[in-house]
C-alpha cells in the first residue's frame, strides 16, 4: 500500500503516530504501518499475528477492538486543531468475518465530527489481499478529559 501522510500534519501528531507504531508493544507485534494520516482521517495497515488467535484458531476479536478503538483515536487527533487528551466513551464493533493468523489487515477511519468536547469516528478493519470486511465500527471520544491529579491514588 503507498503511503499518503498529509503534508500539513503538525509534529505532534507525528509523535503521536510515532508512539503507536514505535513505542506500544502490542503495536510492534503488528508490524504498524501508517498508509494514510489526514485531517480526520487515518489508515493503518498490520499484521494478524499467531500469538493472538483464539480457541477457534482464528484471530481473536478483542485484538480487532484493540486496533479499532486505537485507530480511531489517533484519528481524532488528526481532526483537533491542537492536541489534547482524549477517551474513548462509547465503542462499538460488529464482526463480521473471520481472519486467519498471518493475513495482513487495513484499519481506516474518519472522525465524522467534532462537537464541543466529543469527537465522533467511524472505521472498518478489513483483509488487505482480497478487501473482505473484518469488522465495522463508530466511536465517540471526550476531547479534552484530565487525566489523574499529580499525586493522587487511583
Same mark, same amino acid.
Given at each position: 500500500?503507498?503511503?499518503?501522510?498529509?503534508?500539513?500534519?503538525?509534529?505532534?501528531?507525528?509523535?503521536?503516530?510515532?508512539?503507536?507504531?514505535?513505542?506500544? &508493544?502490542?503495536?510492534?507485534?503488528?508490524?504498524?504501518?501508517?498508509?494514510?494520516?489526514?485531517?480526520?482521517?487515518?489508515?493503518? @495497515?498490520?499484521?494478524?499475528?499467531?500469538?493472538?488467535?483464539?480457541?477457534?484458531?482464528?484471530?481473536?476479536?478483542?485484538?480487532?477492538?484493540?486496533?479499532?478503538? &486505537?485507530?480511531?483515536?489517533?484519528? @481524532?487527533?488528526?481532526?483537533?486543531?491542537?492536541?489534547?487528551?482524549?477517551?474513548?466513551?462509547?465503542?462499538?464493533?460488529?464482526?463480521?468475518?473471520?481472519?486467519?493468523?498471518?493475513?495482513?489487515? +487495513?484499519?481506516?477511519?474518519?472522525?465524522?465530527? @467534532?462537537?464541543?468536547?466529543?469527537?465522533? +469516528?467511524?472505521?472498518?478493519?478489513?483483509?488487505?489481499?482480497?478487501?473482505?470486511?473484518?469488522?465495522?465500527?463508530?466511536?465517540?471520544?471526550? +476531547?479534552?478529559?484530565?487525566?489523574? +491529579?499529580?499525586?493522587?491514588?487511583?
Amino acid at each position: 500500500m503507498t503511503s499518503h501522510i498529509h503534508p500539513s500534519i503538525g509534529a505532534m501528531l507525528n509523535n503521536a503516530r510515532d508512539w503507536l507504531t514505535h513505542e506500544h &508493544s502490542l503495536f510492534q507485534s503488528l508490524n504498524l504501518e501508517p498508509s494514510l494520516l489526514g485531517k480526520g482521517k487515518a489508515t493503518f @495497515v498490520m499484521d494478524l499475528p499467531a500469538a493472538f488467535t483464539g480457541a477457534e484458531g482464528v484471530i481473536h476479536g478483542g485484538l480487532m477492538t484493540i486496533i479499532m478503538d &486505537s485507530i480511531f483515536g489517533l484519528t @481524532v487527533f488528526t481532526a483537533l486543531e491542537e492536541l489534547k487528551p482524549i477517551a474513548t466513551i462509547n465503542l462499538r464493533i460488529d464482526y463480521i468475518a473471520t481472519a486467519e493468523a498471518g493475513a495482513r489487515a +487495513v484499519c481506516a477511519a474518519h472522525c465524522i465530527a @467534532v462537537n464541543d468536547d466529543i469527537a465522533y +469516528v467511524s472505521g472498518d478493519l478489513k483483509i488487505e489481499d482480497d478487501g473482505r470486511l473484518l469488522a465495522t465500527g463508530a466511536g465517540a471520544f471526550m +476531547v479534552g478529559t484530565r487525566g489523574p +491529579v499529580k499525586g493522587s491514588r487511583l
